[in-house]
């Protein structure tokens, strides 16, 4: 069974900073790209950042580049996000995602975890 | 505002057959694959359609995606109360390297 299961959320001041902490399991990690996808409660889904297979290749919104970094670490089948210079607007839940292929351009978002509520707030 | 344009709302009886439109550009659905997203209340969102039109093991063909030019659109035939929830598409979009999210469609089956 495909399971993502994501930690590391929690209340954080304005302008501090956070790891978010993503573990995979139920298939062979390092063939599959990577994404963070939030949701403010009630609101829409905003894509974050994603990764590819090896990561090689990442890619960031507009919205957090320069601020949020997203690796992974294939050995532990694992993707991370740290979140820097943080703002009220980054609160949201987080959700990490496994994409349909190897890359981050072109595939879906087919496997979802239940995700990881940031709050931003001081 | 969100890059890609979905109605706010869409409804429909039980057993109706509804659509819900998604409107891009060149950028993104014009020259990318649509996927498709349902999230039903207090659950995380789950593909629904990918590639356009495929559909993921497990999902009913009672829902079926399209796409030409520009937009890109989601059918529901057979309308289920199970049905209701949030409807999303998305699009990766080489102007800005990103993947956007249209603004969502809440379904009700009435």
């Known amino acids: 069974e495909v399971r993502m299961v994501e930690s590391g959320g929690k209340a954080v001041r304005p302008g501090g900073s956070l790891r978010l902490s993503c573990e995979a399991s139920g298939f062979i990690f390092d063939d599959y790209a990577m994404s963070w996808v939030r949701q403010v409660p009630g609101k829409g889904l905003e894509w974050v950042a994603g990764i590819n297979w090896n990561g090689g290749n990442t890619g960031a919104a507009p919205s957090v580049k320069n601020r949020f970094i997203i690796s992974r670490d294939n050995a532990r089948n694992s993707v991370y996000l740290d979140m820097g210079s943080l703002r009220v607007e980054d609160t949201a839940l987080y959700y990490c995602?496994?994409?349909?292929?190897?890359?981050?351009?072109?595939?879906?978002?087919?496997?979802w975890g239940q995700g990881t509520l940031v709050t931003v707030s001081s | 505002q969100s890059v890609l344009t979905q109605p706010p709302s869409a409804s429909g009886t039980p057993g109706q057959r509804i659509t819900i439109s998604c409107s891009g550009s060149?950028?993104?659905?014009?020259?990318?694959?649509v996927h498709w997203y349902q999230q039903v209340p207090g659950s995380a969102p789950q593909l629904l359609i990918h590639?356009?039109?495929q559909r993921p093991s497990g999902v009913p063909d009672r829902f079926s995606g399209s796409k030409s030019g520009s937009s890109a659109s989601l059918a529901i035939s057979g309308l289920r109360s199970e049905d209701e929830g949030d409807y999303y598409c998305?699009?990766?979009?080489?102007?800005?390297?990103?993947?956007?999210f249209g603004g969502g469609t809440k379904v009700t089956v009435l």
């Open positions: 060149g950028p993104n659905i014009g020259r990318n694959w």
């Open positions: 590639s356009n039109i």
């Open positions: 998305a699009a990766w979009d080489d102007r800005i390297s990103s993947v956007v």
């Open positions: 995602c496994r994409m349909g292929g190897t890359h981050i351009y072109g595939s879906g978002f087919d496997f």
